[in-house]
């Protein structure tokens, strides 16, 4: 477990040490020796802040041990990282996975579905304040599906007469969708998704209320990575 001692890596230790099939072999932390850490490991999963985390999913990579990887905020130059790692030892599986909560997966394959059918779209997302990207990789990936499922269905940009506006204030735009993020003490993983049509308004939401969601996509996601090389990008691709 690479990030042990996060809010992420001490949930997933106990997940791990409480399923009878896996067996947890390092807790690994910032400075540690990341090399004899992972010697003789499988799966690493990777729950650490987004700074660095390309250098240490692509070590994993270059020692053969598959990557289960819950951090969000990848750039383009962290992702091509790992896909030249990727090329050296392609029998190799990563799981990029922005979430791994059942819910917001679905959320998000719901509102690629509906994003069809309405002219309008934003999303917010809410989170608790120690979080370190933003917008989050969840609302990220939905924007990036919403659009592509507005794109196929030949829908013009979600109508917007703003002339004049604060920095900020639509918004982060994603694929062309406006994503807003909350940050407030007391939360933990929010996510809502507005669709709206002349006088109708759809709302879809999400809520994780405890680390614990993300732990059946974790363990699923550790069980299955082995028959699973190269790069997949999302959760949904495992279900
Ligand atoms: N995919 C998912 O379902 C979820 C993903 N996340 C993501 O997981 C990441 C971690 O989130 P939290 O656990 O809340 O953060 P956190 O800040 O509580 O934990 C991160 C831990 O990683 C450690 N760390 C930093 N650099 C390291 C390195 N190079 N090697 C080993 N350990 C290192 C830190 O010292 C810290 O203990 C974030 O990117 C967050 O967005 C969080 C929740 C769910
Ligand atoms: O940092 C978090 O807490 C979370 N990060 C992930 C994200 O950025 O989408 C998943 C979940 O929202 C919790």
């Known amino acids: 477990m690479i990030g042990a001692a996060g809010r992420m890596g001490k949930a997933t230790c106990e997940a791990v040490e409480a399923a009878g099939d896996l067996t947890l072999s390092a807790r690994i932390g910032r400075g540690d020796d990341l090399l004899a ?3 003789g490991a499988d799966v690493a999963v990777v729950m650490t802040p987004p700074d660095g985390v ?25 992702l091509a990282k790992v896909r030249a790692a990727l090329k ?15 819910g917001a997966v ?20 809410l989170h608790h304040p120690n979080k370190a990207d933003a917008p989050s990789g969840t609302a ?3 924007a990036a599906k919403i659009a592509e499922a507005r794109s196929e269905a030949g829908l013009a940009p979600s109508p917007d007469a703003t002339t004049s506006a604060l920095d900020g204030a639509r918004g982060a735009d ?16 929010h996510e809502e998704v507005l669709l709206g049509n002349p006088g109708e308004q759809l709302t879809i939401r999400h809520d994780s209320f405890d680390r614990i969601s993300f732990m059946p996509g974790v363990l699923l996601a550790v069980r299955q990575i082995a028959d699973r090389p190269g790069l997949v990008q999302g959760l949904e691709n495992y279900l």
């Open 174 to 189: 994603v694929d062309g969708v406006r994503v807003h993020s909350v940050r407030l003490r007391g939360l933990v993983a």
């Open 37 to 39: 850490g992972i010697k």
């Open 54 to 78: 390309d250098d240490v999913v692509a070590t994993c990579v270059e020692q053969g041990v598959h990557a289960v990887v819950g951090t969000t905020g990848w750039t383009a130059e962290g």
């Open 88 to 102: 050296k030892s392609p029998s190799t599986g990563v799981l990029l996975a922005p979430n791994f909560a059942l």
């Open 106 to 125: 679905l959320l998000m394959r719901f509102a690629a579905e509906a994003a069809r059918h309405f002219e309008s779209v934003e999303v917010v997302e």
């Open 140 to 142: 990220r990936h939905t």
